[in-house]
């Protein structure tokens, strides 16, 4: 059953939903979705593939995504669910599965604003990690639109929803567009118990970890837990961690203003030296570079 945001008063409506409670829900509605993380992370089964990943990252779901939450560590996030004609009327989803080109030029412009929905070639997979910055832009948008929803206040509600919602899928088109910013999703084949670590580190990248963290946490022996990691991931607890760590450096210097020192802090280096060190060791440049490079 699709949703639709209803105005009795007026006896009009409008197809398109922002759930919080469960944006991971299995119901598809038959909609679309949009999914911010805003907080936390967690393992997902997209069409059997499962992947891990950590806020702020962006969900693009089409009706045929099958879609599991497996694990979660303090996640939190919305739904947009919607309809492809709260884009365009002549997007009905028989036009949505059956695209032909035979169509205004305005009309395709409007398909195509609907390509990370729908496209799974290559790196596309419908996930999308997103800088501080871009989610924090986003999240501003679902604030208003939520609020347009809710209140329902005037005749001009859903103009000014149907804008605060094409304004989302303009900055997802940006985000889609950028190769740069497009890495494939690391795709989860481990145990249970490494999974759970591998989650750990992604929601406590920023904290100091030790690998006597790690054997309390999950009551495991220093060795084992090196074995069985090394075997299972193909490098150490700790280098995974670092090579984290870069990730979301390399994501917060694309991504924002903020010094340096300040990100390499954020992210759980607790020496800047050793920071901008590892960060040469695995993106082949220093942060000044790599940020100098992606900001022209």
Known sequence: ???????????????????????????????????????????VSV????????????????????????????????AIFFSPTLVNDVLTLERMENFKEDISESEYRDYYSLKPFIDRNGLISGQFEVGPATAKRIAKLIDSLQEELKLLNNDFWRCRSRSF??????????????AEQITKPETIRHSDEINEII?????????????????????????????????????????????????MASTMLKDTLLPISEIGYRVGFNDITHFGRMFRKYTGESPSIYRKKRNL
């Open 1 to 43: 059953m699709e949703l639709f945001t209803v105005d009795t008063e007026r006896e009009i409506k409008l197809p398109v939903h922002v759930e919080t409670k469960e944006p991971f829900s299995s119901e598809s509605h038959r909609m679309f979705r949009l999914i911010l993380v805003e907080n936390g992370g967690g393992i």
């Open 47 to 78: 069409n059997d593939t499962k992947t891990i990943f950590t806020a702020p990252t962006i969900f693009c779901f089409n009706v045929n995504d099958k879609i599991k939450l497996n694990k979660s560590s303090n996640l939190s996030g919305r």
């Open 165 to 178: 919602f094409l304004e989302i899928l303009f900055l997802l088109q940006y985000i889609y567009t950028d």
């Open 199 to 247: 989650l750990y580190l992604h929601t406590n990248y920023e904290r100091k970890i030790s690998i006597e963290d790690l054997t309390e946490e999950f009551h495991i022996n220093r060795t084992t837990l090196a074995d069985k990691f090394t075997k299972s991931v193909g490098m150490s607890v700790i280098e995974y961690l670092i090579r984290l760590r870069v990730k």
